[in-house]
């Protein structure tokens, strides 16, 4: 019987260590993938501005390097693109698609949506220049979301940990 | 002699660029309408103009035309802005160049005119943005065309071509014959028993071969090389050096710099087959590029275009030395 509840207690404890692992792991991925989409956006510059690759092959050119988030932003840009849809349109399903399946915060979001107002809409100039103030901004969210993660990162798996302890004391 | 064939576009080769009232509008339109349209004139507010050679309509939402303006479909700001977009495929800087010059040429070599607000740079147009209005102008391919040109300027006998202009206003048919020119040479003219010659065409403006992505979706004949959306006079001389062409063809001659290269070609025994804007004689050679060719004597022939009976009707075929090109070129 000791046995059972010795298990039972560990078990409770690792569970919730995990969880609080879980929610720390968010703050560490939002850091890598607003990097990841920096990086992901710049190619697309280059493309742009050098290659003058039509958006939807480059779109899709470069969801098949290994960009992370940013490959998968694009990729899901360029999959609407492909049924016709507009620029502006396909990268706001994109940044939908973003929301669903990414960790990226409102303000993160609301960031990449600025650039359905422009993406191909105009000349080389005009693109690279709002491509770089888009990174620039986020810039300023990657380092937001460094702090975030260092602070935030380990609490959560202290907490998760602290969090089961207390259960299994106050049960037991 | 080639019997004539007016090949009238597909309208799927177009509807995809047009917004949804538009196109649902033109997918519903009887056959023989379409093959009337020469032009479609699109702008923000407005009816949307259908032009044929006998007449201009507007076009209902119901795929009639009408006479009436009030009963014309509307075109909106956002039929311009999906227009736009699906011209450009949402990528506007790829064909910076091309907007800037004012139009841009979809597949099949159909040309969109645009205008709107300017932007200026340095004195020159380097872009539009706000485009209010557009030109849809409809390529056709009418093989033949060019037949009663080529027994003109055929000379088998002497196993050459005479360097020919082709003259006339807007929309008389110059680019259609000149195309039909390129495609008999290319292939060799059977019937004047001329064999297939390597031709060379510098399409600065894409309505020619109706290039897409660097291939010709017209036909432009087995022996052709495209130089597409280069400028003339560079297009010109690359083509020279790299393709050693018999013949030299280019549409819209008129800058200055044009000639240099244009008189780079005619001295190296290329024969030329180029195009030019005029009303008529005495405009040709009021224009100084034009008089500085024909005054250096390298075209053989000026043929003159006119729409009567019907656009591409070869209405007369000069010889430049009675033209008395020298005296007004002394003026």
Redesign the interface.
């Known amino acids: 019987m000791r046995f059972i509840r010795l298990a039972i207690a560990v078990l409770a404890t690792v569970s919730f260590y995990q969880a609080g692992l879980e929610l720390g792991q968010r703050y560490i991925n939002r850091h890598r993938q607003l990097r990841e989409i920096r990086s992901a956006l710049r190619a697309l510059e280059t493309e742009i501005v050098y290659g003058r690759t039509v958006l939807e092959d480059a779109c899709s050119r470069l969801a098949g390097m290994r960009l992370g988030a940013g490959g998968r932003l694009l990729q899901w840009a360029g999959e609407s693109l492909a049924l016709g849809m507009s620029a502006s349109e396909s990268w706001l399903r994109a940044v939908d698609a973003a929301r669903e399946n990414l960790d990226l915060d409102a303000e993160d979001l609301r960031v990449l949506v600025m650039l359905a107002n422009i993406l191909g809409q105009s000349d080389q100039a005009d693109q690279a220049a709002h491509l770089t103030m888009l990174r620039e901004m986020l810039a300023e969210r990657e380092e937001d979301a460094a702090h975030a993660a260092n602070r935030n990162g380990r609490m959560w798996a202290y907490l998760g940990l602290l969090a089961g302890l207390g259960l299994v004391l106050l049960v037991y | 002699m080639q019997p004539v064939e007016i090949i009238v576009p597909s309208p799927t080769e177009i509807l995809?660029y047009l917004p949804a009232p538009l196109g649902g509008a033109l997918g519903a339109m009887a056959a023989h309408l379409w093959a009337s349209i020469e032009e479609l004139r699109l702008r923000i507010g407005r009816p949307v103009l259908a032009v044929g050679e006998q007449r201009h309509s507007y076009l209902q939402a119901d795929g009639e035309v009408t006479d009436q303006p009030a009963r014309g479909m509307v075109f909106s700001a956002a039929d311009a802005k999906?227009l736009f977009?699906?011209a450009?495929?949402?990528?506007?800087?790829?064909w910076?160049q091309q907007?800037a010059s004012g139009f841009l040429t979809l597949p099949g070599g159909h040309r969109l005119g645009m205008a709107g607000r300017a932007v200026m740079e340095r004195g020159e147009l380097?872009?539009i943005?706000q485009i209010s209005s557009f030109c849809l102008r409809l390529a056709r391919e009418v093989r033949g065309a060019a037949s009663p040109l080529l027994r003109r300027i055929v000379e088998p006998q002497n196993d050459r071509i005479l360097s020919t202009l082709l003259v006339s206003p807007p929309r008389c048919g110059k680019t259609t014959v000149l195309r039909d020119a390129i495609r008999q040479i290319s292939d060799g003219v059977g019937w004047l028993g001329l064999p297939p010659r390597q031709v060379s065409l510098v399409d600065e403006r894409s309505e020619v071969a109706g290039c897409w992505q660097g291939t010709p979706s017209r036909d432009v004949g087995q022996h052709t090389d495209v130089m597409d959306g280069c400028l003339k006079a560079a297009g010109v001389l690359t083509m020279l050096r790299s393709m050693a062409p018999d013949v030299l063809a280019t549409d819209e001659i008129g800058r200055s710099e044009d000639v240099a290269a244009l008189e780079e070609a005619a001295r190296g025994g290329v024969s030329l087959l180029a195009t030019a804007h005029a009303w008529d004689v005495a405009d040709l050679l009021a224009r100084p590029a034009t008089r500085e060719l024909l005054r250096g004597g390298h075209f053989s022939r000026v043929a003159i275009l006119s729409r009567r009976p019907a656009p591409g009707t070869l209405a007369q075929v000069l010889d430049p030395r009675d033209l008395n090109v020298r005296a007004v070129g002394l003026t």
């Open positions: 995809p999906t977009e699906r450009t495929h949402s990528s506007a800087y790829v910076q907007i380097a872009g943005r």
